[in-house]
Nanobody, 125 residues
Framework: QVQLVESGGGLVQAGGSLRLSCSAS????????MGWFRQAPGKEREFVSA????????NYADSVKGRFTISRDNPKNTVYLQMNSLKPGDTAVYYC??????????????????WGQGTQVTVSS
C-alpha cells in the first residue's frame, strides 16, 4: 500500500503563502490520482483540490479557486499544494489522499484509498 506524509504546514499571516508537500513511500504515485482535503475544528472534512495521475486535469473547491494550485512531480513521488492569499478561514488540518483510480479528480472522499496524517495550517488575522 501507499504511505503518505504531508509537510509544509505552519502559522502564517493573512495574505501570506505556504506550499504543502505530500510524499509517498512504499509505492510510487505515478499511477494514482491525488487529492487534498482539509478539516477545520468542529467541521467536516472538505475537498480542496485534486489532480489526475499525469497532472493534465485538476479540480478545485470554489473556496480556493484562484488562490491554490495543485501540482505533482511524479519522478520525485511528490504532490504539492501551493496556497496563496491565505485567509483565516483556510485554517485547518490539511490531508493528502491517493486514489487507486488514476483518473479521479473528484472531491468525493470515498473515492480515495490512502490518507496521510495531516499537517496543520493556521492563518492569523
Amino acid at each position: 500500500q501507499v504511505q503518505l506524509v504531508e509537510s509544509g504546514g505552519g502559522l502564517v499571516q493573512a495574505g501570506g503563502s505556504l506550499r504543502l508537500s505530500c510524499s509517498a513511500s512504499g509505492r510510487t504515485l505515478n499511477m494514482y490520482a491525488m487529492g487534498w482535503f482539509r478539516q477545520a475544528p468542529g467541521k467536516e472534512r472538505e475537498f480542496v483540490s485534486a489532480i489526475m495521475w499525469y497532472g493534465g486535469i485538476t479540480n478545485y473547491a470554489d473556496s480556493v479557486k484562484g488562490r491554490f494550485t495543485i501540482s505533482r512531480d511524479n519522478p520525485k513521488n511528490t504532490v504539492y499544494l501551493q496556497m496563496n492569499s491565505l485567509k483565516p478561514g483556510d485554517t485547518a488540518v490539511y490531508y493528502c489522499a491517493a486514489s487507486r483510480d488514476p483518473t479521479v479528480v473528484s472531491g468525493r472522499q470515498t473515492l480515495y484509498d490512502y490518507w496521510g496524517q495531516g499537517t496543520q495550517v493556521t492563518v492569523s488575522s
